[in-house]
T-cell receptor
C-alpha cells in the first residue's frame, strides 16, 4: 500500500517553464512534509519542507503548496533550469517519528 | 565536514552469494538509517540504529538481511544469500541525536543480483 502517492513519474519542461510535482497522502498523523532532490550518482538531499500549519512555503524558485483538507501537497519550480534536472521525492513523516515515508519519485528533465 | 560515505558504490553478484555493504555516517551522528530503492519505486525504510542499538528494524525484508553497527560508528548491511529481488540501490543516512529532520544521505550502493 502506497502511503504517499506522487505524480507524474517523469516530467519534461523547457528552460524557463514551471515544473509541478504533486503528492497525496492518507495518514492524518503526518505533520512534516519534506521534498528531496537527487542528482545521478548522489543521494537524496533535502530541498525544502513544510508543516501543515502553513499553506505555502517559498525558497528561491522552489515553492511548496499544501492543502490540508485535500491531503495534498505539491512542489513548484519556477523558471526551471537545466541544472534542476534531477529526481524529486516527496515524503511525509508523523510527529515523533524519525522515519519519513517517501513517494516513488519524479524524474525531471529541463531542456535548454 | 565529510558526508555519509558508502561503499562499494556498485556491486554485481550472483544469486546465492553474499554481499556486505558499508556505511560511514557523519562523525558524531548517533542516528543511522538504511533505506532501499528498487528501480522506479519509493525509497523504503529498512532499519534505524541509535548508536549501536537497533531502534527500529521493521523494514527489514527477511532474515537474509543482517545489519550491524558495532561501537556505534560505521554500519554494515549483509545480504546472505542474495536473491534477484534484492537488487536495488541501498542508501544509508545519518542524523544527530534529536535531529529527526536533519538527514544526510550517502550516495548509495547499487546492488545487482544476477
Amino acid at each position: 500500500q502506497q502511503q504517499v502517492k506522487q505524480s507524474p513519474q517523469s516530467l519534461i519542461v523547457q528552460k524557463g517553464g514551471i515544473s509541478i510535482i504533486n503528492c497525496a497522502y492518507e495518514n492524518t498523523a503526518f505533520d512534516y512534509f519534506p521534498w528531496y532532490q537527487q542528482f545521478p550518482g548522489k543521494g537524496p538531499a533535502l530541498l525544502i519542507a513544510i508543516r501543515p500549519d502553513v499553506s505555502e512555503k517559498k525558497e528561491g524558485r522552489f515553492t511548496i503548496s499544501f492543502n490540508k483538507s485535500a491531503k495534498q501537497f505539491s512542489l513548484h519550480i519556477m523558471d526551471s533550469q537545466p541544472g534542476d534536472s534531477a529526481t524529486y521525492f516527496c515524503a511525509a513523516r508523523a510527529g515523533g517519528s524519525y522515519i519519513p515515508t517517501f513517494g516513488r519519485g519524479t524524474s525531471l528533465i529541463v531542456h535548454p | 565536514e565529510a558526508g555519509v560515505t558508502q561503499f562499494p558504490s556498485h556491486s554485481v553478484i550472483e544469486k546465492g552469494q553474499t554481499v556486505t555493504l558499508r556505511c560511514d555516517p557523519i562523525s558524531g551522528h548517533d542516528n543511522l538509517y538504511w533505506y532501499r530503492r528498487v528501480m522506479g519505486k519509493e525509497i523504503k525504510f529498512l532499519l534505524h540504529f541509535v548508536k549501536e542499538s537497533k531502534q527500529d528494524e521493521s523494514g527489514m525484508p527477511n532474515n537474509r538481511f543482517l545489519a550491524e553497527r558495532t561501537g556505534g560508528t560505521y554500519s554494515t548491511l549483509k545480504v546472505q544469500p542474495a536473491e534477484l529481488e534484492d537488487s536495488g540501490v541501498y542508501f544509508c543516512a545519518s542524523s544527530p541525536l534529536g535531529g529527526a529532520g536533519g538527514y544526510t544521505f550517502g550516495s548509495g550502493t547499487r546492488l545487482t543480483v544476477v
